[in-house]
């Protein structure tokens, strides 16, 4: 496997989410020279306390779009509503067609698990996305690719069943997704009372200490996966 160019996929509910929740993990593959793309399905912006919806999500996507240089990475956004994301075909075969332009050989998404309707919907749509964009006799505009890796990040708001079984080690790539993080507001917090990165940087170094370095990102892997620890993920050598 060594040599293996890899292409990270990242499906987030709300623009930020992917980056919170594995961003780092994009980091450390895109600084190891492979490819890395955050998918938006919806930019988050109904959460403003002053802003519209719509000038919000004219300010996140520009947010996202600086994040992911941040990170080496690309930024998509699809064209669905804060807490009106729909579960249906016409969502899950817009997210296939990216998947089948776009080629990544891991995907990365929330958990089931969630109190976020959003969160969870998007984990019923990444799945039968995936299995769209991999079956040849569904007939779009580009062949079929299926992706052969997935893994679910941790996120505060998927708690429920969540179980970490990879751990990648972050500690190289640790500034640089705190960098990306802070191109939000939603981070700064002046827009939430909730302490995101005040979780997320403890829970770094808590998964740190559980995986024998200074910070690192817990994962779940669909179930019947060994526990791996390591500085790459299982079979994705950097």
């Known amino acids: 496997m060594q040599g293996t160019k890899h292409k990270i996929m990242v499906v987030g509910a709300h623009a930020g989410d992917a980056e919170i929740m594995a961003g780092a993990l994009v980091a450390k593959y895109t600084q190891a020279g492979h490819e890395a793309v955050l998918v938006h399905l919806t930019p988050g912006e109904k959460g403003h306390r002053t802003m519209s919806p719509e000038e919000y999500a004219e300010q996140k996507i520009r947010e996202g779009h600086k994040a992911a240089e941040v990170l080496g990475a690309k930024a ?57 964009a991999a079956l040849p006799a569904i007939k779009r505009e580009l062949p079929a690719h299926g992706c052969y890796t997935q893994f679910f990040a941790e996120n505060w708001e998927d708690p429920y069943e969540y179980e970490v079984d990879t751990y990648v080690d972050i500690t190289d790539v640790y500034e640089q997704w705190i960098e990306a993080a802070h191109q939000y507001e939603l981070f700064s917090g002046s827009i939430s009372s909730f302490r995101y990165m005040d979780y997320y940087k403890a829970l770094a170094v808590m998964r740190g200490c559980l995986a024998g370095c200074k910070y690192a990102v817990g994962l779940m892997r669909p179930k019947g996966a060994k526990v791996h620890k390591g500085v790459h993920l299982p079979g994705k050598p950097l």
Request: net charge negative; glycine share 2%.
């Open 76 to 132: 998509i956004f699809l064209p669905y509503k804060d807490a009106e994301l729909p579960v249906n075909d016409e969502v899950k075969y817009r997210l296939a067609d990216v998947i089948r332009a776009e080629k990544p050989t891991i995907m990365v998404t929330h958990w089931k698990g969630s109190i976020h309707k959003d969160h969870e919907n998007t984990y019923y749509i990444v799945q039968d996305a995936i299995f769209y």
